[in-house]
């Protein structure tokens, strides 16, 4: 990393003096053989929301640690946590001020040093968000960037000179007014934010900054982490001459910043650099605007990253209050086949930005959440790529559906909700879209037990806590063979011991069928039917010709086994089962 002379005396800066081993970091205990990172289940957990160690209302470091046990006990193989770098918090830690240092509402590098050799003794590998296609407008490298046009930081950022005019329209739906640029009045200019304002993004053109972030790379890296998911990276290569992008809006801006210039030749540096001198697993967020630039990323001749996930699976029925079945098989039908002879696919249904899983695709009233919520964990721990199970998922948490806008925290929903006042719109209509596909359903507190505030906190929470807490939960769940977490576990246990579940090939079957997803997987002379029933009525499926179930299921969430040519499905019942 080049050490910039003109930086102002005393100034704190990301440089490679800070660069050092992290003390106490504990490989030895995971075992790291070549492609671990295809067997694993990735655990996503959400820091601030999972357990809380001081009553501060927030969740921390100190509280992960608690619960290390617990996610032994689930049988997870690798956690992803979601950022805890020093961040103001504008988007709940996805602006990041340090990259090298701890947010003080999460801990200490202490803590998270502790975190790291806890996790490691159990087992369990540690992937960190890695968030550089923006920093926080508080990063020391844009303090100076904004100083002045002549600042050696000046080109970590993209900036447009307002004597050139009003620059070309760019898209934030982040930004109250969906502006992606910014007016900063210390050097006449304007800077870009795709996302939020106080989010200003990093110029990747430069050698010096990609530098940067190769160094803070190796830092974590050598700490004993296990590798990255890199956060909206499809985004970070960019024309710095800002060619016009007529009629952008919220549903063609993505595919419209995707896939920029040089994307793939940063990611070939990176790898060369950084992630070929580690046994690290690599995912980017984001895959390309289809499945042949889906390849491009994880081709392993290309040499880039290990796998990549898409949005089309979550982003099934996300304009609707319903969505069909044959859809969703459509999709992950098509990247299954994309990935079938090379590269490597990751398999999600929900993450921090999507509603909670059970409240989209399942059903989440009282009589059916449980073996919905079962349903799509079988789903996912049964498809062939790497398995990512949001915290919460395993016990079939749901959307929390605030009707109050003063109980929203998101900074996109909130901007979303200014915009729909500024201009005159309907904000209830608002309000009842943010209750089914909001980012806050899914960010509410982990609920532990039917105490007060389902033993997250003992203070007041950052995000008020479902009140289904007393029922749903994981101490009760914890006691019920029957339950959703309980299910969780023998599935995980079930891919564990059966590869064919990680490597077999995919066959759907009865692709038209509007209520039933089924396929086989079959590696050599194992073979297995998966039958999920995506209804909440019972369903009647004739067994295609040749397909001979043998013993008993593999993996069942109700009591009764279907059997015969024509299988009798229970409402959301997932069935398992061994062929000959």
């Given at each position: 990393m080049l050490l910039l002379a003109a930086c102002q005396q005393g100034t704190k800066t990301e440089t490679a003096a800070t660069t050092a081993v992290g003390a106490g970091a504990d490989t030895e205990a995971v075992s790291k053989k070549p492609g671990w990172w295809k067997e694993t289940v990735v655990y996503q957990l959400y820091p601030r929301s999972f357990q809380d160690s001081n009553g501060d209302g927030i969740g921390d470091l100190k509280?992960?640690?608690?619960?290390?046990?617990?996610?032994?006990?689930?049988?997870?193989?690798?956690?992803?946590?979601?950022?805890?770098?020093?961040?103001?918090?504008?988007?709940?830690?996805?602006?990041?001020?340090?990259?090298?240092?701890?947010?003080?509402?999460?801990?200490?590098?202490?803590?998270?040093?502790a975190l790291l050799k806890g996790l490691h003794q159990r087992g369990i590998k540690l992937v960190m968000d890695l968030v550089?296609?923006?920093?926080?407008?508080?990063?020391?490298?844009?303090?100076?960037?904004?100083?002045?046009?002549?600042?050696?930081?000046?080109?970590?950022?993209?900036?447009?000179?307002?004597?050139?005019?009003?620059p070309p329209a760019r898209y934030s739906t982040?930004?109250?007014?969906?502006?992606?640029?910014?007016?900063?009045?210390?050097?006449?200019?304007?800077?870009?934010h795709i996302f939020s304002r106080k989010q200003p993004d990093l110029n990747w053109n430069n050698p010096k900054l990609r530098q940067e972030v190769h160094n803070i790379m190796r830092f974590w890296l050598d700490k004993g982490i296990d590798g990255f998911r890199m956060d909206a990276f499809q985004f970070v290569a960019k024309d710095p001459a800002f060619p016009p992008m007529p009629g952008l809006n919220d549903q063609n801006f993505a595919n419209a910043y995707n896939h920029g210039p040089?994307?793939?030749?940063?990611?070939?540096?990176?790898?060369?650099?950084?992630?070929?001198?580690?046994?690290?697993?690599?995912?980017?967020?984001g895959a390309g605007r289809n499945v042949t630039e889906a390849m491009l990323f994880v081709d392993p001749a290309r040499k880039e990253l290990d796998m990549t996930y898409h949005f089309e699976g979550t982003g099934v029925g996300s304009s609707s209050d319903t969505y069909q079945l044959t859809e969703l098989k459509r999709v992950f039908t098509k990247w299954d086949s994309t990935f079938a002879q090379k590269g490597w696919q990751a398999l999600d249904l929900g993450n921090?930005?999507?509603?909670?899983?059970?409240?989209?695709?399942?059903?989440?009233?009282?009589?059916?959440?449980?073996?919905?919520?079962?349903?799509?964990?079988?789903?996912?721990?049964t498809m062939r790529g790497t398995p990512y199970c949001y915290n919460g998922d395993e016990l079939g948490m749901t959307n929390i559906r605030f009707d109050n806008m003063a109980d929203y925290r998101d900074v996109a929903?909130?901007?979303?909700?200014?915009?729909?006042?500024?201009?005159?719109?309907?904000?209830?209509?608002?309000?009842?879209?943010?209750?089914?596909?909001?980012?806050?359903?899914?960010?509410?507190?982990?609920?532990?037990?039917?105490?007060?505030?389902?033993?997250?906190?003992?203070?007041?929470?950052?995000?008020?806590?479902?009140?289904n807490y007393l029922t749903i939960n994981q101490a009760a769940e914890e006691k019920d063979s029957s339950s959703v977490l309980n299910h969780f576990r023998r599935a995980i246990q079930l891919r564990d011991k059966h590869k064919v579940l990680v490597y077999g090939q995919y066959r759907l079957l009865d692709p038209a069928n509007p209520h039933i997803y089924a396929y086989t997987r079959t590696q050599g002379n194992d073979k297995v039917l998966v039958a999920l029933n995506f209804s909440s009525e019972k369903r009647t499926w004739a067994l295609p010709t040749g397909l001979v179930p043998t013993g008993t299921p593999w993996l069942n969430n109700y009591p009764t086994t279907p059997s015969g040519s024509s299988f009798e499905l229970q409402p959301w019942q997932a069935v398992v089962m061994p062929l000959l």
């Amino acid at each position: 990393m080049l050490l910039l002379a003109a930086c102002q005396q005393g100034t704190k800066t990301e440089t490679a003096a800070t660069t050092a081993v992290g003390a106490g970091a504990d490989t030895e205990a995971v075992s790291k053989k070549p492609g671990w990172w295809k067997e694993t289940v990735v655990y996503q957990l959400y820091p601030r929301s999972f357990q809380d160690s001081n009553g501060d209302g927030i969740g921390d470091l100190k509280g992960i640690i608690s619960r290390l046990d617990y996610l032994k006990s689930i049988g997870v193989g690798t956690v992803w946590l979601n950022p805890i770098y020093a961040s103001p918090n504008d988007d709940n830690g996805y602006d990041i001020s340090d990259y090298r240092q701890i947010m003080p509402e999460f801990g200490t590098m202490q803590d998270f040093d502790a975190l790291l050799k806890g996790l490691h003794q159990r087992g369990i590998k540690l992937v960190m968000d890695l968030v550089v296609n923006h920093s926080s407008d508080e990063h020391e490298w844009f303090k100076q960037a904004r100083n002045s046009r002549t600042s050696p930081y000046r080109d970590y950022y993209y900036w447009w000179p307002a004597e050139k005019g009003t620059p070309p329209a760019r898209y934030s739906t982040f930004d109250v007014k969906r502006n992606a640029w910014q007016y900063d009045s210390l050097t006449k200019a304007y800077y870009l934010h795709i996302f939020s304002r106080k989010q200003p993004d990093l110029n990747w053109n430069n050698p010096k900054l990609r530098q940067e972030v190769h160094n803070i790379m190796r830092f974590w890296l050598d700490k004993g982490i296990d590798g990255f998911r890199m956060d909206a990276f499809q985004f970070v290569a960019k024309d710095p001459a800002f060619p016009p992008m007529p009629g952008l809006n919220d549903q063609n801006f993505a595919n419209a910043y995707n896939h920029g210039p040089h994307l793939h030749e940063y990611l070939q540096e990176i790898n060369r650099e950084v992630l070929s001198k580690y046994n690290v697993m690599s995912v980017a967020e984001g895959a390309g605007r289809n499945v042949t630039e889906a390849m491009l990323f994880v081709d392993p001749a290309r040499k880039e990253l290990d796998m990549t996930y898409h949005f089309e699976g979550t982003g099934v029925g996300s304009s609707s209050d319903t969505y069909q079945l044959t859809e969703l098989k459509r999709v992950f039908t098509k990247w299954d086949s994309t990935f079938a002879q090379k590269g490597w696919q990751a398999l999600d249904l929900g993450n921090h930005d999507q509603p909670r899983m059970v409240s989209k695709f399942g059903d989440d009233r009282p009589a059916f959440r449980t073996y919905s919520a079962q349903l799509l964990n079988t789903f996912l721990l049964t498809m062939r790529g790497t398995p990512y199970c949001y915290n919460g998922d395993e016990l079939g948490m749901t959307n929390i559906r605030f009707d109050n806008m003063a109980d929203y925290r998101d900074v996109a929903a909130l901007n979303g909700y200014a915009l729909v006042r500024s201009q005159g719109g309907n904000q209830a209509a608002y309000i009842k879209q943010l209750q089914r596909f909001s980012r806050d359903n899914s960010r509410t507190p982990f609920q532990w037990n039917a105490i007060a505030n389902a033993g997250f906190t003992t203070g007041t929470p950052w995000l008020k806590i479902n009140p289904n807490y007393l029922t749903i939960n994981q101490a009760a769940e914890e006691k019920d063979s029957s339950s959703v977490l309980n299910h969780f576990r023998r599935a995980i246990q079930l891919r564990d011991k059966h590869k064919v579940l990680v490597y077999g090939q995919y066959r759907l079957l009865d692709p038209a069928n509007p209520h039933i997803y089924a396929y086989t997987r079959t590696q050599g002379n194992d073979k297995v039917l998966v039958a999920l029933n995506f209804s909440s009525e019972k369903r009647t499926w004739a067994l295609p010709t040749g397909l001979v179930p043998t013993g008993t299921p593999w993996l069942n969430n109700y009591p009764t086994t279907p059997s015969g040519s024509s299988f009798e499905l229970q409402p959301w019942q997932a069935v398992v089962m061994p062929l000959l």
